[in-house]
């Protein structure tokens, strides 16, 4: 098993966040590794974009072109990276910012609403909690307990008030999918 995922969206969107929990969580599950965020001063309004890979065998590498799945959470990055995405692969598109449809017809699209969603729960910038879940139930390749211990692990001190509206976004991305 081998996962090579792209996610990518504006800055402050909370992309490289999603990619950073997806290493983690899949570390803590003992699978094999690697985050290469990119960004620049773009972090604030511009495209950033991560890749991250999860495997069961050693990772040569972190680079990859062609992903096995795309997290696109704004317009630029479905537009950018669509093309890339390894035929049968899967396409998760931030349907409140990205109003385009992936084209290709070899591909899985999932059409998450993470604002609507975000701010249903009472907090905007839970919308990369919305999307974390929503690819976890699609491709079921971590645990659920494993992201909500990472949660949980997150938000401690003033912010562990936090920790039950970020379950609660995961959550409901994840029902996006079931």
């Keep these: 098993m081998k996962k090579e995922?792209?996610?990518?969206?504006?800055?402050?969107?909370?992309?490289?966040?999603?990619?950073?929990?997806?290493?983690?969580?899949?570390?803590?599950?003992?699978?094999?590794?690697?985050?290469?965020p990119s960004y620049?001063?773009?972090?604030?309004?511009?495209?950033?974009?991560?890749?991250?890979?999860?495997?069961?065998k050693p990772v040569g590498s972190p680079v990859f072109t062609h992903p096995t799945e795309l997290i696109a959470m704004n317009e630029p990055s479905l537009e950018k990276f669509e093309a890339n995405v390894q035929s049968g692969g899967m396409v998760l598109v931030n349907s409140s910012v990205v109003t385009d449809k992936v084209q290709r017809s070899d591909l899985k699209a999932y059409y998450i609403?993470?604002?609507?969603?975000?701010?249903?729960?009472?907090?905007?910038?839970?919308?990369?909690?919305?999307?974390?879940?929503?690819?976890?139930?699609?491709?079921?390749i971590l645990k659920t307990e494993t992201i909500?211990?990472?949660?949980?692990?997150?938000?401690?001190?003033?912010?562990?008030?936090?920790?039950?509206?970020?379950?609660?976004?995961?959550?409901?991305?994840m029902a996006c999918i079931e």
Excluded at 40 to 56: I, K
Aim: glycine fraction near 16%.
């Design 148 to 173: 909500e211990t990472m949660i949980q692990e997150m938000f401690t001190g003033a912010k562990a008030k936090l920790v039950p509206l970020n379950i609660e976004a995961f959550h409901r991305g």
């Design 5 to 36: 995922i792209i996610i990518s969206g504006f800055g402050g969107q909370g992309g490289l966040a999603i990619g950073k929990n997806l290493a983690e969580a899949g570390m803590a599950e003992g699978l094999n590794v690697t985050w290469a």
């Design 113 to 140: 609403p993470c604002g609507k969603i975000a701010d249903e729960v009472g907090n905007p910038k839970v919308g990369n909690m919305v999307m974390l879940g929503a690819y976890v139930a699609a491709t079921k």
């Design 40 to 56: 620049g001063p773009e972090m604030r309004g511009g495209t950033a974009n991560c890749s991250v890979v999860l495997s069961d």
